[in-house]
Antibody, heavy 120, light 110 residues
């Protein structure tokens, strides 16, 4: 069955970078885009961007341009999200989410979430 | 990239009906429809309805979505206590370059 397995929780300091992985299985990796969505404590969902494993194309939310990078590793069907220059308000649970803009089933599968805590 | 607009809270009685709304613009919901997500406390969101108003397998028929103009709606009939949680709408913009989320509606089943 389809699974999106994310890396474990992270504790970071302001200014650090964090790299979260999302290992996919149960489907053909290249056929679905992967999005990253985050949720700060007690807050709603925030879209960060997406990447197409097939074309390598990516789009990032304006808010994260210059600070985020999404990459894929086809050999392991894994997607990575790096966020640089961490701030206190980057403390959140980060989810990878399957589906691209042309997919009628966007958001059909979610990773379990990776908690990133930014603290001095 | 303004977000979609949802009422912060909705409440309705057990076995009653609740309707949640989500308002966007012609550049998102008006053109592409909206997906609906449910998030129970401590869990990742799960999709209840895709942008074409179809339900994933396993989602009860009690959940039905629609959209008219720039507004999407999710109607939940026969409310159960397990339906309590946060509900989010989401939509791709017409340029297909970003996703918008609503701020979420907290559903309380009385």
């Amino acid at each position: 069955q389809v699974r999106l397995e994310q890396s474990g929780p992270e504790m970071k300091k302001p200014g650090d970078s964090v790299n979260v992985s999302c290992k996919t299985s149960g489907y053909i990796f290249s056929t679905y885009g992967i999005n990253w969505v985050r949720q700060a404590p007690g807050q709603g969902l925030e879209w960060m961007g997406w990447i197409s494993p097939y074309t390598g194309n990516r789009n990032y939310a304006q808010k994260f341009e210059g600070r985020v990078a999404m990459t894929t590793e086809t050999s392991t069907s894994t997607v990575y999200m790096e966020l640089r220059g961490l701030r206190f308000d980057d403390t959140a649970v980060y989810y990878c989410v399957r589906g691209g803009p042309h997919s009628d089933t966007w958001a059909d599968y979610w990773g379990q979430g990776t908690r990133v805590n930014v603290s001095s | 990239q303004a977000g979609l607009t949802q009422p912060p809270s909705v409440s309705s009685g057990l076995r009653q009906t609740a309707t949640l709304t989500c308002t966007g613009t012609i550049n998102d919901i008006g053109s592409r429809g909206a997906a609906w997500l449910q998030q129970r406390q401590g869990h990742p969101p799960r999709v209840l309805s895709y942008r074409n108003n179809r339900r994933p397998s396993g989602i009860p028929e009690r959940f039905s979505a629609s959209w008219t103009g720039n507004t999407a709606s999710l109607t939940i009939t026969g409310l159960q206590s397990e339906d309590e949680g946060d509900y989010y709408c989401s939509a791709w913009d017409t340029s297909l370059t970003y996703v918008l989320f609503g701020g979420g509606t907290k559903l309380t089943v009385l």
